[in-house]
Structure formats: C-alpha cells, structure tokens
C-alpha cells in the first residue's frame, strides 16, 4: 500500500494501475471510477484506517482495451509496473517487489494501435506566450514522430486549436484560463514555458543549436520545449524518434477560423450530421495517406506554385490509367510505416511492427517501379518524381528484414518464434540444442517407462515444479513402496495426488535444467537479434519515415485521380486576379447523401464572383438550396487550394487568402450553442479581417435578432463588404428588401433560387437564376399548404399594412427603399401578392358569405384602394422608388 500511495501522490491526476502478477489492480477512487468507465466489478481487499479499500482490476493480456476505452473518456493513466520478480524481492528480503511508475498514458502520448486512430494524428500541442502578444506554438505527434512550430497572434489561437484538433494541449495558465482553450476542456494541462527552451530543445536533437532547422522565435523554441518535457514525463523519461522540427511561420497557407470549419464541416460533422467533406472525397487506401489527405484539407495552400504542383500529379495519375492502377495495388492494404517506426523508436513494438517495415518497404518498391513504368510522355511530374526517389532509402532495412522475420510471426516478442531459420547461426544452434533437449526427453520416457515397469508412464511439464515423470496411483504405491538402486534413474517421489503420483530422478532433472537453459539461451539470443533489427530499423528512420511520407502523399494524388477518373470532377485553374468562375458546380458531400439514400438527381449550378459582380445576393425560401449552394461554393475553394480536384465542369478560382463561412443563428437553434452574440462576433470577424482576396460566405447572417435589427445588420454588412473590404461574397437572406441594393451597388449580382408550382404542390428547382426571388413566396407557400384561405387573405392584407406602416415610420425610406417591391428584377409574382386590394379580394371566397357579408366586404375594398382609411399605398409607386 506504501507504494501504490507514492505512486498516487505523484500522479494525483492520474488512474493508476498496479501491477499484481497477472492483473493491473486499481483502489480506492480509481477503482469506483475505473469501475464505473468500464463497467468493472469493485472488490475490497483489506483495510485502510478502519474501512475496507475498494479494489477492481483488468487481466494484464487485456489491457489495451481498457487503456482505449479510459483514455477516449479524457482520463490519463499511470503505470505501475513490478519492476523485479518476486524471487529476487525474496532474495533481498523486501516485503515486496519494487514497483514503479514507468508511464504515463494520456490521449497525446500513446503509440499503440488500438489507442489511436488511423486516419487521424494524434497531436501534442503546446503552447507558450511570446510577447507583444504573440504565442509560440509546437506540436508533435508521438505515434509519427512529426514536429511542427509556428509563431502566431492570441487572436488566431482559435484557428489554429480548429486546424489540428490536438489530443491534448499544454499551456500556462495565463493561456489555459483564457477563451480560446476553454471549449477544449479537460484535454488542456496547465504547464510553464522553460526559460532556455531553445537550449533543451536543441539538446533533444542533439544539435547545438535549433538554427540547424530553420529560424524559430522564443516562444516556439519554449513550447517545443514544453511538449518534450511532457512527452518524457509521461514516458518514464526516455523520448521517442522524432523529426527535425518544420518551422510553419513563413508558409503560405488558407487561413479558415473556428467558425468557418464548423460551418463548412470538413473533417468531422457538425450538429449530429456524420457527413463531412473528407468523408465524401476520401479515396485514399491507407491510414497514412487519409492522415495525409485531412491534413491538406485542413490547411490548404494559398500560393499558386505548389497548388499547381499538386494538380499537375493529380492530371498525370488521372491520365496513366496504368501507373495509378499498379500504384493503389502497391498501396492497398500497405501497412502504416510511419507509426509501426514510432512504435519501435519507444520500445513498446511487436513483431507486426518489423513485419510491417519490411512489407512497407516493399510496397514502396513497388510504387517506385509502377512510376518508373510511365511512358514518359507526358513528362512525370515534379512532385511524383521527388517522391519515387525518396520511397525507396539508401539504407533500406528491408532486405535484411525479409531474410531474419519468420514466415510466421507470433503476436508478442516474448513468444518467441520472431526470428527465422538461417538469419542467425548462434540462434539457430541454441534452437537446436533445445530440439535435442525435446527428443532427448522423450527418450527418456521411454526409458524410465521401462526401468520402472509402467507402461502408461509419462513425463509432463509443470509451471513451478518442471518436468515430472507421471503414473497412475497404482503403479504409484508400488514405485513408493519399493527400495530403489541408487542411481539416475531412481525415481524421487515429488508430489501425489488423488489418481497419480509424480516422481523426478537425477536424470530427468539434468535433463530439465539442460532444456530450460537452453530455451533461455536461444529466447536470450532472440533478443538479441531482435534489438539488432530494430537498431537497424532506428537508424534508417529518416530514410523510412521520408518513404513513408511519400506513399501517404501518392495515395493522396492517385486517390484524388481516382475520385476524378469516375467523372464529374474537374482541374481547377487558379490565377491570382480574384476571380471566380464554376460551371456546373455541385455539393460533394449533399450529393453523395442524395446518391446513398436514392434521392433526386443533384442539381449542379453555376457562380461567377467575378469583378464586377464580386457580391452574389441570393435569396429564396427555406429548403430551396441556398445553404448548399453557399457551401459548395466555399468546399471548391478548399478542395482546390488543397490540390484537389473540384466536383464541376469547369472552375476558375482566382488564389483566396482568408476563407470565412457564417451561418445565422436562427440555422443553428438544434445545436444551442450560438447566440445572437456569438453570431455577431463572428460576424466581426469577417468584417475585420476580410479583404480583396478572401472568399465570404454569409448564410442567412442577421437572422439571430428582431426582424428590425437584423435586416439593419445585414443591410450593412453587406455594404461594408461591397464598398470596403471587397471580398468575394455569396450572401444567402431571406431578408427580399435586401434586393433593393441591387440597384445601389454597382458590384451586387442578386440571383434567386428557382421555385415553380406544380399542380398545387411547392416544387423547388435547386436551381440558381438570377435576379430575386419574388416576396410572397411566404405566404403563398403557407397557402398551397392548406393554411385556410381566410387566413392567408388576412396575413396579406396585414403584411401589406404593416409595410406601409413601416415606411410612414422610417425617417430615411427616401434613403433606404428597404420595403420596396422587387418584382421588376425577378420573374412575375403570383396573382394578388402585388396589390392589397387584389390580394384581398382574391381572400374573398363568395360561394361562403352571405349576401350581407358581401356587401361588408365590397365596403371594406373600397376602403383599401388609395387615399382612403388604413394607409395601404399602390406598390406602383414603390416599384418606381427601386428603378
Ligand atoms: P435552404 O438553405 O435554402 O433552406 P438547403 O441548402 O438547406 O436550403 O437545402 C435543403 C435541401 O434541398 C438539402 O438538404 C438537399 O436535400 C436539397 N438540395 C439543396 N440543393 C440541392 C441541389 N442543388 N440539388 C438537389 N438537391 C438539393
Ligand atoms: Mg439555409
């Protein structure tokens, strides 16, 4: 109990397991906690001041499971280990074997396949102010051992938690109690920044300084620092094979925040949904080249350059049917070099993971061979060419892995069997040698069987007592009874039991600590060669994991071609003028839904931002197409910058800096956590950052608030990214009056989601047009739904009342023509939406009144038409107000 409470008072924080024999026990707490994650049974064992202590365990063999289930739940735990067996505590005379905490587990650290995902990497991030309002932030990934640093602005914390997604953050507290960590909740540890962080950090590498890698400010050499300090904490001290850091400061990357991942769910689903755009495009046929694939979609490009690289080998795989066929053979069911390498570089390996070396380096050999077989004409791209070269190491491993793995591994190294026949002469001698030891004893068998006189003699291996000549009871009694010879064959009596004894002699003793000797000696020796092929494999590591990225990356490009080869998708050509041009566009991710659940054919629609009519007004009612239309359009920037292929026809996409999405609150009430607030502090966002070359999509942006306020805001939203910051923009409202800028700024296009009727049902087209729609949609809707007709004559008659109430309120309506109609600019209203008087005479049903009520409602027309009671004016005159 001494020792399980040092190991808790070190690791307050943490489960701990205790390693007892065949179990990892856990008391007190831990084992009601542990109890409850996992559905445990909680035991007492003995007593702690005067009250029974809580106990539960899990089976040593079975505890990856468990570690997996406890570390996705957010707790971290400690390992504590026998650290000698009990006959040596025997031997020293201590009360116990000696234990220590030799790890601990927490979501960032582990390696182990079951406790990491495949396709996703398990970021570590750390973080460390810079000053002047800066922030250096590291973070590295355990299970690959990739390193990355940037120095960034406390603004674009958010973005950046957003773009990695770490498994935990490191922080000091003046960070970790600030916004932009809080929604991460209990994956973030409260850690201080080092003072010479650049010195340990080139420590670690073993350089003498970090400038060898490229030019990194304080705080990035502190945060990377911090994280190495905690991977070593957390590893029982040793570090694992890492990568030279890649300083990320200078790279021109598309800067998407928070909110704009959210809305544009690209890596995961929001609010409930398991759709997401990785989802819908992801053809990859490796865990390392999704990796890969998320990581591009996730921080697209934003230089022209690169991005034309990754298109140029997309083109070519998409045109050598041949190459790219031979090279998703080599890469399907590749196994993942890049963790199997981080597994072997912490000592926590199997015998998998030389294998999986060895087949990775062959598949890679393979992928070099099937570039290699290219015509030629048209030229092998770049980006292809550098990455033949590196899939296959100057120091490659792989031949001498290939001739020590046997044919058939076990699962564990302590099983033995790892190394095969013919590799190691010692091995194989020692091997032999334990054969002989086998033959010999069943030679003996059959020698005692006959010195003793029973048949049914046979010699049996037992876990403590070793090897023992066995008969049944009868023949037992007699063998006790008589007085043998001295000698080696006379038998010793060791054990009885109900129907058999158990006898030993000094041959089979010899014989017995012979056979185990040499079982010792070979598994010993196995070892041996074992830590030799994995010194090999460490010091090849560069070369591998360079092997290892350039598969991942021709995955991404053939899985890319692959996607496009089914038709439908197209190259897109980026200039850098901010431009906009998409024929036939379509949603990857809506249309792969449709398709699944056998619904109508996607519509594909076109955009065109270009100058000139850089802001795109788009209204229509609700379910019409307007959120889709917003996104497939933001999706194309993302999937284009990313060097991906893009699902139209064509697609001009002139280089975008910033990509910003919105959506009002009123879209997201189901996910409870935006307010009016939130959505306006986004909505700052865009407004502060955004400019000519950034991409805006604003869905339905304004909605969180009084229909007043809101039309207000989005009104002049609108005119600041017109008049100001000049960004592309597709706006989706619901808010018509809007319509009436049009004519106001000269860069406004309004297009409108096509809507018919057909046969008395609400048919919506998918399909943009220009122009507006027309105001009544509303209310004709609710008609065709069968709102009462008396009803819907009256809500038109109110509407139009109100409107006009409303411009006899508005000081500035000669200003700010909000209510005026827009049927001028759109295709012709439905009958009775245009004038209140038609609009009410049409509410009139006469087969229903009687005569009396007739004449009631004649008198209340008249009192409609212009100039008389309620102020309801022509819309004529409005329309003119629009022109
Ligand atoms: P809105 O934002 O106008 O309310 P949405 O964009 O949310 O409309 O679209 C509503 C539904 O209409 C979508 O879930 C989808 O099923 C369908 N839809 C939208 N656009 C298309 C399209 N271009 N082709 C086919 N179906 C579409
Ligand atoms: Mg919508």
Not at 189 to 200: F, V, Y
Not at 209 to 237: H, I, N, P, W
Not at 670 to 694: D, H, K, W
Request: proline share 7%; charged share 25%.
């Amino acid at each position: 109990m001494a020792q399980w409470f040092a190991a808790k008072a070190a690791h307050p924080d943490a489960l701990v397991f205790f390693r007892m024999g065949d179990f990892f026990e856990l008391f007190f707490a831990d084992a009601v906690t542990a109890g409850e994650a996992l559905g445990l049974a909680v035991s007492h064992r003995g007593e702690h001041q005067g009250r029974p202590v809580p106990m539960a365990g899990v089976p040593v063999h079975a505890m990856e499971a468990y570690l997996a289930r406890l570390i996705r739940r957010g707790f971290r735990v400690a390992i504590c280990e026998q650290m000698e067996s009990p006959e040596a505590a025997k031997a020293r005379r201590a009360p116990a074997v000696r234990r220590e905490v030799v790890r601990v587990v927490t979501p960032a650290t582990v390696t182990e396949e079951a406790l990491l995902e495949g396709a996703r990497p398990s970021w570590l991030l750390a973080l460390a102010p810079d000053g002047a309002g800066r922030v250096g932030a590291a973070w590295l990934d355990v299970s690959t051992g990739q390193v990355c640093t940037e120095s960034l602005g406390v603004a674009e914390m958010g973005a950046l938690l957003a773009r990695l997604e770490p498994a935990e953050v490191l922080a000091p507290e003046s960070l970790a109690a600030g916004d932009a960590l809080t929604p991460l909740g209990g994956t973030v540890r409260e850690a201080a920044p080092p003072r010479d962080g650049a010195r340990l950090a080139a420590e670690a590498w073993g350089v003498a300084g970090l400038a060898a890698f490229g030019s990194f400010t304080e705080g990035e050499a502190a945060a990377l620092a911090m994280a190495l300090d905690y991977v070593r904490a957390t590893s029982g001290g040793t570090l694992p094979r890492l990568a030279p850091p890649e300083c990320r400061g200078g790279e021109n990357t598309l800067r998407m925040d928070a909110a704009t991942r959210r809305s544009l769910e690209i890596l995961r689903a929001e609010r409930g949904g398991k759709d997401c755009l990785m989802g819908a495009v992801d053809r990859t046929l490796t865990a390392a080249g999704a990796r890969e694939l998320a990581a591009r979609l996730a921080t697209p490009l934003a230089e022209a350059g690169p991005i034309a690289a990754r298109h140029d080998a997309v083109s070519f795989l998409l045109a050598a049917d041949a190459v790219r066929g031979g090279l998703r053979e080599a890469l399907r069911g590749a196994p993942d070099m890049a963790r199997a390498l981080g597994r072997l570089s912490v000592e926590r390996f199997f015998p998998r993971d030389l294998a999986a070396l060895r087949d990775g380096l062959l598949r890679a050999e393979a992928m070099r061979e099937a570039i290699g077989g290219a015509s030629g004409v048209p030229p092998i791209p770049p980006l292809l060419l550098s990455a033949a070269e590196a899939l296959v190491p100057d120091a490659s491993p792989r031949a001498e892995l290939s001739r020590a793995l046997a044919a058939e591994l076990p699962a564990r190294l302590e099983d033995g069997g790892v190394v095969g026949p013919g590799y190691d002469g010692e091995l194989d001698a020692l091997r032999r040698l334990r054969d002989d030891a086998r033959g010999a004893i069943l030679a003996l068998q059959m020698d005692l069987a006959q010195a003793w006189g029973v048949a049914s003699l046979k010699i049996r291996h037992h876990q403590q007592l070793g090897f023992l000549a066995e008969v049944p009871a009868a023949a037992g009694e007699t063998l006790l009874r008589a007085k043998p010879e001295p000698g080696p064959m006379a038998p010793v009596h060791r054990q009885s039991m109900a129907n058999a004894h158990r006898f030993t002699c000094g041959a089979l003793s010899d014989l017995d600590r012979r056979l185990s000797q040499a079982r010792d000696e070979a598994a010993r020796r196995e070892a041996a060669v074992v830590r030799h092929l994995r010194g090999l494999c460490l010091e090849a590591a560069p070369g591998i994991a360079h092997a290892a990225r350039a598969a991942a990356e021709i995955d991404v490009h053939a899985a890319s071609a692959e996607l496009a080869a089914g038709g439908g998708w197209c190259r897109p050509d980026i200039p850098e003028r901010p431009e906009f041009c998409i024929a036939q566009g379509r949603h990857p991710v809506v249309e792969a839904a449709l398709r699944r659940n056998r619904g109508p054919a996607f519509v594909p629609n076109d955009a065109d931002l270009s100058p000139g009519r850089r802001l795109c007004l788009l209204t229509g009612p609700n379910m019409a197409g307007k959120s889709t239309y917003l996104r497939q359009n933001a999706l194309m920037v993302v999937l284009a910058q990313a060097g991906l292929f893009v699902p139209a026809e064509s697609a001009r996409i002139g280089l975008v800096d910033r990509l910003f999405s919105r959506v009002g609150t009123a879209d997201d009430i189901a996910g409870g956590r935006s307010t009016f607030m939130v959505e306006m502090s986004e909505t700052a966002a865009v407004l502060n950052q955004a400019g000519p070359r950034s991409f805006v999509v604003l869905d339905e942006v304004g909605r969180g608030t009084a229909t007043w306020d809101g039309l207000a805001i989005a009104w002049a939203v609108l005119e600041a990214l017109h008049d100001r910051l000049r960004s592309r923009t597709l706006f989706a409202t619901h808010f018509h009056e809007l319509t009436a800028l049009a004519g106001k700024l000269p860069e406004l296009a309004p297009a409108a989601m096509k809507v018919r009727e057909h046969r008395g049902q609400v048919v919506f087209q998918h399909l943009v047009g220009p122009g507006a729609s027309e105001r009544s949609w509303g209310l004709h809707v609710a008609r065709l739904a069968g709102v009462p007709r008396e009803v819907v004559g009256r809500a038109e008659v109110v509407l139009a009342s109100l409107e006009e109430r409303a411009r006899g309120l508005d000081p500035l309506s000669g200003e700010l023509p909000l209510f005026a109609g827009t049927a001028a600019r759109g295709t012709a209203p439905p009958a009775g939406a245009e004038d209140p008087v038609l609009a009410a005479l049409e509410a009139l049903d006469p087969d229903s009144m009687a005569p009396r009520e007739a004449l009631e409602a004649l008198y209340r027309l008249k009192t409609l038409l212009p100039g008389h009671g309620v102020a309801v004016a022509p819309r004529k005159e409005s329309l003119s107000s629009v022109k």
